[in-house]
């Protein structure tokens, strides 16, 4: 196993997550460790149901983990006091999938995004319009767009939106289950190349959930690889896409992209980012 990072800022030891009880037990997370260092793009790959986004909702405490401990910053995530739980909630923002069903239908894009803020005390009333129309800015997105409502946009302004609700409090870290994966190819570049900008220039750690080992190529530093709730591999990106260890990296590293649709919707979102972002004038697809 490549060695964990030796000042981890995330750290996740032997997680257990069992539904259901009996014979009618089964384990979702069965042991997982993986940390995750200040800076870093942690990738974790697997295929649908290995796992992946109850290790996430554990990790957040959106479900109660068996067994296993779970640490940020020197916080014991199992027993937090309510002074770093506050802490833990303001700095560590979470992404879904889907933007359709993760923003209020109701709200407006400004209360949307004026909401963690009044939530978190990020920032003083007063600064928090001009904290708002930032943080739209950084995604692209103006202030004329304030006092529309979700349906007014497209799928990709949606999870622009999204990220913007997580980006406007300033976290130190970003949680990002399949963040592209409900959106068209082109969107997904877009969006893609919008996330791994932020991170650069917000200096961002980032947990980065995906079933495509492509997408998680294009933005990860090290990859940690998943199946049937376990770690099968833990590996630099050079590591896991050049000299897989395991039997099963290579088999989703292989995946015939015939036989993969989905799969292949991802390289051709990666090649179009790729092309993006190096100032193609015409990607090719
Ligand atoms: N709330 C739940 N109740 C029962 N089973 C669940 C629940 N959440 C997830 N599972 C099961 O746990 C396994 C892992 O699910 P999940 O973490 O969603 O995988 P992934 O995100 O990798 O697709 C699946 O078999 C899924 O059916
Ligand atoms: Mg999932």
Not at 31 to 47: D, T
């Amino acid at each position: 196993m490549t060695q964990m990072p030796a000042h981890p800022l995330l750290y996740v030891q032997d997680l257990v997550k069992t539904f259901g009880s009996g014979s009618r037990a089964h384990t979702a997370v069965d042991r997982v460790s993986f940390a995750l260092a200040e800076g870093e793009v942690l990738g974790l790959v697997g295929e649908s149901g290995s796992g992946k986004s109850t290790t996430l909702r554990c990790l957040m405490g959106l479900e109660t983990p068996d067994a296993g401990d779970l640490d940020y910053d020197r916080i014991d995530l199992r027993k937090p006091s309510r002074t770093q739980r506050r802490r833990f909630r303001r700095e560590v923002q979470l992404v879904f999938q889907d933007p359709y069903s993760s923003l209020d239908p109701r709200m407006t894009v400004g209360q949307i995004l004026a909401e963690p803020l009044v939530v978190s005390g990020a920032c003083p009333a007063r600064e928090r319009r001009d904290r708002v129309v930032e943080t739209l800015e950084l995604v692209d997105l103006g202030a004329e767009h304030l006092g529309r409502h979700p349906r007014d946009f497209s799928g990709g302004q949606r999870q622009r939106i999204a990220i913007a609700r997580a980006l406007v409090v300033r976290p130190r870290v970003l949680v990002c289950d399949e963040p592209v994966s409900a959106l068209d190819v082109s969107v997904q570049a877009q969006v893609l190349n919008l996330l791994k900008d932020m991170q650069s220039r917000l200096g961002l750690s980032v947990l980065f959930v995906a079933h495509d080992l492509a997408v998680v190529r294009y933005l990860c530093d090290r990859v940690v690889v998943l199946r049937d709730g376990r770690v099968v591999e833990t590996g630099t990106r050079e590591e896991i896409y050049t000299r897989p260890r395991e039997e099963y990296t290579r088999t989703l590293l292989e995946a015939v992209p015939r036989l993969d649709p989905a799969g292949e919707r991802a390289r051709r979102a990666v090649r179009l980012a790729r092309a993006a972002s190096q100032g193609a004038a015409q990607p090719v697809a």
